[in-house]
């Protein structure tokens, strides 16, 4: 989001924000490569819709920038009143190097910068402005829409292919003829393969209305809870979903994106108890996560699905500490196991068992960002559990360059940086 959807969104706090920081002393923070926060003094620009810094090609905060984009500024304060108010941005930065966004920024600054300084454009993502007077603060604040991640920062659109977007279309036919069940559960799934995951979680909502005793849309609902980090709305969504299937016939859950096989992998109880699961390791409920891994377990049928649970159980019962309980799940674990789409969560357990390294993990070829979000979290635990948190946190911070921040390892990642 640029300082125009500041403006759009809320106007009168825009102008009040230019006020305070356009061509004025403000604090920039921004987080180093081994997550310490420092703060800068800079001179920020706004103007055509943009906000905008100068800095030198040297700066420490244009290195911080470059790594992560994340940003946070604050505007000078008159005095111990607050004088004339005091405003807060946040949001991602991002190096400019095209010859009209910088002549741009010349024309617009109160100074005039050196040809060898860099300029970078600070995204919007939530944007503050506080006045004090004789009855308290008085606030207004805006926030950009979209998910935000358990550090604090909005999370770019998830890209969405053509074949996607073509697969939505059919789905609301489908749905706008005849609202079935299924019908109902696959325009939300569509929703949510094109990034659109509060739409996806309204259709199942409104499709709870309509099919109160639907396991299955309690599960996918659940599964967009995680994606968007309300993990106590998606705790009690599985836990309603296990309690409806109870009794219910095991039935294969086909795939939305299918793999290479086009060979389904998984249940419906599976999923309900690998994602609950999931759930309550996130929420750090690890004795809850250890009993649903091993309901889950019971579920899982061939050997990507058992790949996935025993990651996730060995990891939970390695938290807690039952170390030797944890050795015993890696037993039947070997190279030659025939797998379908589950070779990173396949390595993980390898790793764990020793017959892999770790940098035969992240060094892999033709890993993709879910296979990178993957394989990076385990490795980063790895560390964790040989001691070495430096490097764990190194690599938690790795996993968060990468782009698809709904991958489950990428949110585990940001729970263990929180």
């Given at each position: 989001m640029s300082w125009q959807d500041l403006v759009n969104g809320n106007g009168e706090l825009a102008a009040s924000g230019a006020a305070r920081i356009n061509g004025r002393i403000s604090y920039l923070a921004t987080v180093d490569k081994n997550g310490r926060s420092r703060v800068h003094p800079v001179t920020p620009i706004v103007g055509e819709g943009r906000l905008l810094l100068f800095m030198e090609p040297t700066s420490p905060k244009g290195f911080d920038i470059r790594r992560n984009g994340r940003y946070a500024l604050h505007c000078g304060v008159e005095n111990n009143e607050g004088g004339e108010g005091e405003f807060f941005v946040r949001g991602q930065g991002r190096l400019l190097t095209d010859p009209e966004s910088r002549a741009q920024a010349v024309q617009l600054a109160s100074y005039k910068p050196h040809d060898r300084y860099i300029l970078f454009e600070l995204g919007v993502d939530e944007a503050t402005f506080t006045q004090y007077g004789d009855h308290g603060p008085q606030r207004q604040r805006w926030q950009a829409p979209g998910v935000r991640s358990l550090l604090g920062h909005l999370l770019p659109p998830l890209p969405a292919s053509e074949a996607a977007q073509a697969n939505l279309a059919q789905a609301?036919?489908?749905?706008?003829?005849?609202?079935?069940?299924?019908?109902?559960?696959?325009?939300?799934?569509?929703?949510?393969?094109?990034?659109?995951?509060?739409?996806a979680i309204q259709v199942y909502s409104d499709g709870l209305k309509r099919f109160p005793q639907s396991h299955q849309l309690y599960r996918h609902r659940g599964h967009r809870y995680i994606s968007t980090r309300q993990f106590a709305l998606a705790v009690a969504d599985f836990e309603r979903a296990a309690v409806l299937a109870t009794g219910q016939p095991v039935e294969v859950e086909p795939d939305g994106i299918p793999n290479r096989l086009n060979q389904p992998t998984s249940n419906g109880h599976f999923n309900i108890w690998y994602h609950l699961g999931l759930a309550y390791y996130l929420t750090g409920q690890l004795e809850r996560a250890a009993a649903a891994y091993k309901v889950c377990m019971t579920y899982s049928d061939n050997p990507d699905s058992v790949c996935a649970t025993s990651d996730w159980l060995y990891m939970t019962l390695r938290e807690l500490g039952r170390h030797d309980e944890a050795a015993v799940l890696l037993e039947p674990i070997h190279e030659g196991m025939e797998l379908v789409e589950s070779q990173s969560y396949h390595r993980r357990l390898l790793m764990y068992k020793g017959v892999l390294s770790p940098s035969d993990l992240l060094d892999s070829e033709g890993a993709d960002d879910i296979d990178v979000a993957t394989q990076g979290y385990g490795v980063g635990n790895y560390y964790r559990y040989t001691g070495e948190p430096d490097k764990a946190n190194a690599i938690f911070r790795r996993v968060l360059q990468t782009s698809n921040w709904s991958a489950f390892g990428y949110i585990a990642a940001e729970v263990a940086l929180r």
């Amino acid at each position: 989001m640029s300082w125009q959807d500041l403006v759009n969104g809320n106007g009168e706090l825009a102008a009040s924000g230019a006020a305070r920081i356009n061509g004025r002393i403000s604090y920039l923070a921004t987080v180093d490569k081994n997550g310490r926060s420092r703060v800068h003094p800079v001179t920020p620009i706004v103007g055509e819709g943009r906000l905008l810094l100068f800095m030198e090609p040297t700066s420490p905060k244009g290195f911080d920038i470059r790594r992560n984009g994340r940003y946070a500024l604050h505007c000078g304060v008159e005095n111990n009143e607050g004088g004339e108010g005091e405003f807060f941005v946040r949001g991602q930065g991002r190096l400019l190097t095209d010859p009209e966004s910088r002549a741009q920024a010349v024309q617009l600054a109160s100074y005039k910068p050196h040809d060898r300084y860099i300029l970078f454009e600070l995204g919007v993502d939530e944007a503050t402005f506080t006045q004090y007077g004789d009855h308290g603060p008085q606030r207004q604040r805006w926030q950009a829409p979209g998910v935000r991640s358990l550090l604090g920062h909005l999370l770019p659109p998830l890209p969405a292919s053509e074949a996607a977007q073509a697969n939505l279309a059919q789905a609301q036919t489908n749905f706008a003829t005849d609202p079935t069940l299924d019908n109902t559960i696959w325009l939300g799934r569509r929703l949510a393969y094109v990034g659109q995951l509060a739409e996806a979680i309204q259709v199942y909502s409104d499709g709870l209305k309509r099919f109160p005793q639907s396991h299955q849309l309690y599960r996918h609902r659940g599964h967009r809870y995680i994606s968007t980090r309300q993990f106590a709305l998606a705790v009690a969504d599985f836990e309603r979903a296990a309690v409806l299937a109870t009794g219910q016939p095991v039935e294969v859950e086909p795939d939305g994106i299918p793999n290479r096989l086009n060979q389904p992998t998984s249940n419906g109880h599976f999923n309900i108890w690998y994602h609950l699961g999931l759930a309550y390791y996130l929420t750090g409920q690890l004795e809850r996560a250890a009993a649903a891994y091993k309901v889950c377990m019971t579920y899982s049928d061939n050997p990507d699905s058992v790949c996935a649970t025993s990651d996730w159980l060995y990891m939970t019962l390695r938290e807690l500490g039952r170390h030797d309980e944890a050795a015993v799940l890696l037993e039947p674990i070997h190279e030659g196991m025939e797998l379908v789409e589950s070779q990173s969560y396949h390595r993980r357990l390898l790793m764990y068992k020793g017959v892999l390294s770790p940098s035969d993990l992240l060094d892999s070829e033709g890993a993709d960002d879910i296979d990178v979000a993957t394989q990076g979290y385990g490795v980063g635990n790895y560390y964790r559990y040989t001691g070495e948190p430096d490097k764990a946190n190194a690599i938690f911070r790795r996993v968060l360059q990468t782009s698809n921040w709904s991958a489950f390892g990428y949110i585990a990642a940001e729970v263990a940086l929180r």
